[in-house]
């Protein structure tokens, strides 16, 4: 399934994280930029479901910098799933969901 990812990353080290998270942008063709907090990205992917796809890009942050925290707004179809880190926190109807990006 292709999913949407909008979501702000922060760690306590971000020059550690900038380079993993270049190269998962680059695989992924998405974005991300610097804010005062961390990291805010945007990925478009293919994975089996959002869980899934959380999992695996939290889990590559964290092999970069341990302490490395993730809230991620999964969109699919008409459904938006929020996880924070790797607990799911919500499903909703994307159109239910506000504009893009407000976590």
């Given amino acids: 399934m292709r999913l949407r ?29 610097t804010t005062a907090e961390g990291f ?6 293919e994975a089996p479901d959002a869980r899934d796809a959380n999992r695996e890009l939290l889990t590559e942050l964290r092999r970069a910098v341990k302490k490395t925290r993730l809230r991620a707004e999964w969109t699919h179809g008409t459904t938006l799933e929020r ?8 499903t909703l109807r994307a159109s239910d969901a506000g504009p893009a990006g407000t976590l």
Wanted: hydrophobic share 35%; net charge positive; no cysteine.
């Fill in 83 to 90: 996880f924070f880190d790797y607990v799911p926190k919500g």
């Fill in 5 to 33: 990812l909008v979501g702000r990353i922060s760690t306590d080290d971000p020059s550690k994280l900038r380079p993993a998270l270049h190269e998962i942008a680059r695989r992924y063709e998405g974005t991300y930029r």
């Fill in 40 to 45: 805010e990205v945007e990925f478009v992917r």
